[in-house]
């Protein structure tokens, strides 16, 4: 995969259409191995995400054998937690994708 050097490109990467691309040059990757290098990347963030639901879910199902309505409660609060950081960070990103 090949990318052209502009400078019509990201704020902040000159010639550099893509942050992943670039990133991934600057520490060396060949310029073939891109697609593969994503793919994994993926994976693995994608197989730590499965995982952080398991370990989850593990805990949660433990806490209700052991505690009963305190882990009902906080089982109903996970998914707000999750959400509301989920929001804050979004709206991190997309300012910082601004004033940046």
């Not at 040059?25 to 995400?49: C, K, R, W």
């Amino acid at each position: 995969m090949e990318f052209a050097l502009d400078s019509s490109s990201a704020p902040g990467r000159v010639g550099c259409p893509d942050q992943y691309l670039c990133a991934l040059s600057e520490i060396g990757e060949p310029a073939y191995d891109f697609p593969l290098t994503l793919l994994m990347l993926n994976l693995g963030v994608e197989t730590g995400q499965v995982l952080l639901v398991v370990a989850v879910s593990l805990l949660l199902t433990g806490l209700h054998r052991i505690h009963g309505y305190s882990a009902l409660v906080l089982a109903r609060a996970t998914p707000y937690a999750i959400g509301g950081l989920a929001a804050f960070w979004t709206i991190e990103r997309s300012i910082g994708s601004f004033v940046a």
